[in-house]
């Protein structure tokens, strides 16, 4: 079993930048992909960013030249850095990470992003 734990929420004004961190512990050998998915309000849950094991990563076309994802693998971590933030971008920040056939989500952190 691999734990993720998430943290960097909190509420933040339009224009205003977050970082989101994600920890992995437990049993996480060969962890492959990593990413960040989110769910506003009353919306389904959708892709925000990835990033393979090497560094390869993908957007969301809502969130590019804004946010960037970016990992550590010797400790296990994802990060993602948010700038400019906006209103639309208010949700709950999921966490996830791939090993061989299994997938991982951590429990979610709220963004709040006034105006």
């Known amino acids: 079993q691999v734990q993720l734990v998430e943290s960097g929420g909190g509420l933040v004004q339009a224009g205003g930048s977050l970082r989101l961190s994600c920890a992995a512990s437990?049993?996480?050998?060969?962890?492959?992909?990593m990413g960040w998915h989110r769910q506003p309000p009353g919306k389904q849950r959708e892709l925000v960013a990835s990033i393979g094991t090497y560094g390869m990563t993908n957007y969301a076309d809502s969130v590019k030249g804004r946010f960037t994802i970016s990992r550590d693998n010797a400790k296990n971590t994802v990060y993602l850095q948010m700038n400019s933030l906006k209103p639309e971008d208010t949700a709950v920040y999921y966490c996830?990470?791939?090993?061989?056939?299994?997938?991982?989500w951590g429990q979610g952190t709220l963004v709040t992003v006034s105006s």
């Open positions: 996830n990470a791939e090993q061989l056939v299994d997938d991982y």
């Open positions: 437990g049993n996480i050998f060969s962890l492959g992909a």
